[in-house]
């Protein structure tokens, strides 16, 4: 039987398990929209931005594991939505961005919004393919579920020339993808064994992409039995239970002094599903490359990302999930005595978790403190980039997968995006997007797609009238010579309204906590966004820090 391109493609994609695609229509990939009508069990949800809708469907792929799966245009629409794909690169997401593309019998020709997607895109994605037969669409879809969700997951970009969309072909389709197993090998296992019984102080640093509800569970198990301290790697507070006794925090930006001297007193590190990143490692300084001070075990989905920064002790490549399967087969050899190295970690955590003093009448670091009384048990908090960012990080307690969804590439105008990516996925859970006043000016036009979808978040903009981020980093180099920072901002709570939303100023500690449960009513007593604009002295810029002890540090340093 003929079908059209368009048509062989959906057929692909409900074959692969697709529910939901984010999008923005346009003409190059008319045969892809018009198949939706044949395939209702494929929800197209309608962004309004392409940056928009390639971060929810990056934010789809962290929560699920499965690629999310993202339909833009050519030209303009592949190159809006690239941030989301450089996202899913950095943050080994499973990601496959549809692109049209203009007919083989006019290619390279500059067409109209013509691009060479294969050389735009070869840095930022893991493959992309142009699919220049209609015949073919079925084995390269396969092919990029395959490729995307196996070894180190990532993001694929597919352009489809008109001509093969709309060109007809008799082909069969293909079933649903099987990533592939990667177990590690019990010599491994038993060397890994080894070295933990023989340390006296180690760490395991988890993260990276692709766990599983059951893999946490494994893991957890697996700290608990071999007496192993847990830190969460840059932005990926969602791999550990931030409650279990053997938690002692994250790394990289935003880590406490006390887990940066744990990290270097470390005699064994052992790093589960992460890269080590310039963040993860505080710029190489507490993970040092390419020697470590600490033994390094390294355990990795991709043989290429082992050995390839880091002098390793030990490489296990291995997947995070079959890796948690086969450690929740060990058992010590021998009774471990390292309670009081887990304890001291864990105690040093919590004493990080009682807020700071800060400036002004609202307080930042108090503000999320409370969030852990405010919140219920299934929650997820989303972030952009920030300095607003590391004030949720720091006190919130996050318990488990899909309670935190953070850019590690430290992308600006995430939160939302991902926030309504969250909300379309667990409608039951309780999305709370964390923004600065810089950072929800970048996609506050997918305040439109909570409202057509009717998505009951919870934004908290956070406005302190500058790019706070930059004008810290200026005073730091540039003491007092601050340039170029300062907004002219909107009245945030008339624009949610405007949305047919919820609005309310907080610019007191003490309002907060109402104003919080008003906002959270409304949002799922009315399935509509609301919006509290914090208002906070713009000198508190980081927990325990101002802008202004950072000039003078600053000064001090350029006078010495
Ligand atoms: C897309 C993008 N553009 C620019 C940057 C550089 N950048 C990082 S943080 C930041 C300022 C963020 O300002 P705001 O959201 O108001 O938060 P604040 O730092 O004031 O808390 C900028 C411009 C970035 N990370 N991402």
């Not at 940066?260 to 470390?266: L, V």
Request: proline letters at 6%.
């Amino acid at each position: 039987m003929k079908r059209n391109g368009g048509k062989i493609l959906m057929q692909q994609l409900a074959n692969h398990g697709v529910k939901r695609i984010f999008m923005v229509p346009g003409e190059s990939y008319l045969p892809c929209i018009d198949a939706l009508n044949d395939f209702k069990q494929i929800d197209p949800i309608v962004c309004r931005q392409e940056s928009g809708a390639a971060y929810m469907a990056e934010a789809y792929g962290k929560l699920t594991g499965e690629p999310g799966i993202c339909f833009v245009t050519r030209g303009p629409g592949a190159t809006n939505a690239s941030i989301g794909v450089h996202t899913a690169f950095q943050d080994s997401t499973p990601m496959i961005l549809f692109v049209g593309q203009v007919g083989g019998d006019i290619y390279d020709k500059e067409a109209f919004q013509e691009i060479d997607y294969v050389s735009m895109f070869s840095k930022v994605a893991k493959w992309v393919v142009q699919i220049n037969k209609t015949e073919r669409i079925p084995e390269y879809i396969s092919r990029a579920f395959h490729i995307a969700t196996s070894g180190r997951p990532g993001p694929v970009v597919i352009a489809l020339p008109e001509d093969s969309l709309w060109g007809e072909a008799d082909v069969a389709d293909i079933a649903k993808y099987v990533p592939v197993k990667s177990y590690p090998h019990p010599q491994d296992l038993d060397r890994l064994q080894s070295l933990i019984e023989n340390a006296e102080k180690p760490l395991l640093v988890v993260g990276g992409s692709r766990w599983s509800e059951e893999a946490v569970q494994n893991i957890q198990n697996f700290a608990d039995k071999f007496q192993l301290p847990v830190a969460c790697s840059w932005r990926r507070l969602e791999c550990f239970d931030h409650h279990h006794p053997n938690f002692a925090g994250h790394m990289g930006w935003g880590m406490s002094e006390s887990l940066r001297q744990n990290i270097k007193d470390a005699d064994l590190v052992i790093a589960l599903g992460t890269r080590l990143g310039e963040e993860t490692t505080e710029i190489y300084t507490a993970i040092e490359s390419p020697t470590p001070n600490q033994k390094l075990v390294h355990i990795h989905p991709s043989p290429s990302e082992l050995n390839s920064v880091f002098d390793t002790e030990m490489s296990i490549a291995t997947s995070v999930k079959d890796f948690a399967t086969a450690a929740a087969t060990l058992s010590p050899t021998k009774t471990l005595t390292r309670e009081n190295w887990v304890k001291k970690l864990r105690d040093e955590h919590l004493e990080t978790l009682k807020p700071l003093p800060s400036n002004g009448e609202l307080s930042l670091d108090n503000l999320s403190a409370q969030m852990n009384e405010l919140l219920p048990e299934d929650f997820c908090i989303t972030v952009g980039a920030g300095n607003y960012a590391l004030y949720p990080h720091r006190y919130i307690q996050f318990n488990g997968l899909t309670s935190s969804l953070a850019p590690t590439v430290g992308s600006m105008g995430y939160g939302l995006p991902a926030a309504i990516s969250c909300k379309l996925e667990h409608p039951e859970k309780t999305v709370v997007c964390y923004a600065g006043d810089g950072c929800f000016q970048m996609n506050l036009q997918e305040l439109g797609v909570a409202l057509q979808y009717n998505l009951g978040i919870v934004v908290l903009v956070f406005n302190n009238g500058i790019w706070g981020t930059i004008r810290s980093h200026q005073e730091r180099e540039f003491p007092g010579r601050t340039i170029a920072l300062d907004f002219v901002n909107p009245s945030f709570t008339t624009l949610c309204e405007s949305y047919e939303g919820y609005g309310e100023v907080v610019d007191k500690t003490e309002d907060f906590k109402a104003a919080f449960e008003r906002a959270l009513a409304f949002a799922n007593e009315h399935n509509r966004p609301a919006l509290l604009e914090i208002r906070y002295d713009s000198n508190n810029i980081a927990p325990g820090e101002t802008l202004m002890e950072i000039r003078e540090q600053s000064l001090d340093a350029h006078k010495a």
